[in-house]
């Protein structure tokens, strides 16, 4: 039956941005995972790993993450595995979130100039300790904005998650529009949810911006 | 229990998978004209217009960078109609796609602008430049130059991203890939092959960039 669009199904939208939530850190954590990696090959001094970094980026980037979700959602049902949306959704993200961090990381890494190498090897650091004490901390004052600004385009982008039917903002508001029918004041207010969102981890990323450039 | 991958039951679907492929071909195309010129035109207002203009631009900026595609083509296709503007889904898919590429290409196009030096400006009008010439010559080429990769990425991006027009049922590439699977079950061969086209694609549009980079820029 049509019903109006009542205060309960706002309430209901935004209780669904917690699962929009929770989507997007399970991506940043194994994306996270898997940037580490990649930004860890693409830096390295082998070319074969740079190889395998770049071919991986390249790949994830060239093809549609809505491509990538549905290849879990009905692919891997073929080798035995049933996947439930969400964690479907998981792995999917995360592979493309991998490719994203790895690049904006890798590039925070080749950014410290190498007499920043040197330097530390001279004052008798080992590896580890090179990369500990003087090249990570640096690196992350690079990282950081363009990590945050990426969180924008990974909150937007666990909408497609709705097409595979794991229940976050954007099903929601499917949800709602099929029982009140009212798409327009709906989908308005999924948008505006989703600004609430994203829009402060913009400015964030573009504050943090700015500081880093008077820093240096 | 092993699995026998059959690719033929998609192979033979040839014919409207190239149809898509077409369709895709063409909405990215028509996508990237308009949200490049219109883009342009919103970078300018951004640098150069008045308070009012500058402020509405930046608003269109910020709104449309801070949502998600998916949320503003169901506005657009489902929601508008609730308020008596009826599109059909082509039309519905370019506006869309084009109102989304717009802002990204306004905001890429600005730091491009925003990037000249205004010692280069002053240079140009004392060499006796009228404005629009400095504009022309001194200021948006040279701009375009410094944000060519970042505008022609977003470019490939939005490519890919017209995959998501399938869901107003677009008969575009991703969504023929959708038709298919669902009359022949071949869920992983139909996916993989689409994946491959589109992997191809980004490909064959990143080596175009690049080839046009040489004819426009590289002998200046």
Known sequence: ?216 | MAYKFQFRDVFAQQDAIVDGLVLTLQLSAGTIFFGFVIGTLVATLLVYAKPWARGAAHAYVEVIRNTPLIVQLFLIFFGLPAIGIKLDVITASVIALTINLTAYTAEIVRAGIESIPKSQIETGISLGLTGPQVFRHVVFLPALKNVYPSLTSQFVLMMLATSVVSQISTAELFHVGSIIQSRTFRDFEVYSVIAVLYLCLSLLLRGGFSICYRIFFRKS
Not at chain 1, 85 to 94: L, N, Q, R
Not at chain 1, 158 to 174: D, H, K, N, P, W
Request: charged share 10%; hydrophobic share 55%; aromatic share 12%.
């Open chain 1, 1 to 216: 039956m049509i019903r109006e669009l009542a205060f309960q199904d706002v309430l209901y939208l935004v209780l669904a941005m917690r699962w929009t939530i929770v989507l997007t850190l399970l991506a940043l954590s194994g994306g996270g995972v898997i940037g580490l990696l990649i930004a860890a090959c693409g830096a390295s001094r082998h070319v074969a790993l740079r190889t395998f970094a770049r071919a991986y980026v390249g790949t994830v980037q060239g093809i549609p993450l809505l491509a990538w979700l549905f290849i879990f959602y009905f692919g891997l049902s073929i080798v035995g595995y049933n996947l439930p949306p969400w964690i479907a959704a998981t792995i999917g993200f995360s592979i493309y979130a991998g490719a994203f961090l790895g690049e904006i990381w890798r590039g925070a890494l080749i950014s410290i100039p190498k007499t920043q190498w040197e330097a530390a090897l001279a004052i008798g650091l080992t590896y580890i300790e090179q990369l500990r004490y003087v090249i990570i901390p640096q690196a992350i004052r690079v990282a950081i904005p363009p990590t945050v600004g990426f969180m924008v385009q990974l909150i937007k982008n666990t909408s497609l998650a709705a097409v595979i039917g794991f229940v976050e903002l954007t099903r929601e508001g499917q949800l709602t529009t099929a029982a009140t029918f009212q798409p327009f004041a709906v989908y308005l207010i999924v948008a505006a949810l989703y600004f609430s969102l994203c829009y402060p981890l913009t400015r964030y990323s573009r504050a943090l911006e700015r500081k880093r450039r008077v820093v240096h």
